[in-house]
């Protein structure tokens, strides 16, 4: 079971980035699918959420909403962060979670830094 967590870098504010986050060893499509992100010293933040089969509503935290897009490819065993007008308090690592019932998994994070 793993899930591997790509495409954080270094961007400048109001730039924007996607992430993704590859599945394998489970049945992704069974699994719904949480972004979080954590600062040092700070808790895990739950960013966003998606469903099994991505119907459905979508679920931002506050401080994303309207910048941020999650999305999914079952085809792919794969799952987006989209983000947009990127802030420095953006900076974090950003996990992906895999959930089905009381099972779950997290990759391993990829560090997004969003600095002039």
């Known amino acids: 079971v793993q899930l591997v967590e790509s495409g954080g870098g270094l961007v400048q504010p109001g730039e924007a980035l996607t992430l993704s986050c590859v599945a394998s060893?489970?049945?992704?499509?069974?699994?719904?699918i949480q972004w979080h992100r954590q600062t040092p010293g700070k808790e895990r933040e739950l960013v966003a959420g998606?469903?099994?089969?991505?119907?459905?509503?979508?679920l931002y935290a506050d401080s994303v909403k309207g910048r941020v897009t999650i999305s999914r490819d079952n085809t792919k065993n794969t799952a987006f962060l989209q983000m947009s007008s990127l802030k420095p308090g953006d900076t974090a690592v950003y996990y992906c979670?895999?959930?089905?019932?009381?099972?779950?998994?997290w990759g391993q994070g990829t560090q997004v830094t969003v600095s002039a």
């Open positions: 979670q895999a959930i089905m019932g009381r099972s779950a998994c």
């Open positions: 060893g489970f049945t992704f499509n069974h699994y719904a």
């Open positions: 998606i469903s099994s089969n991505g119907n459905g509503n979508n």
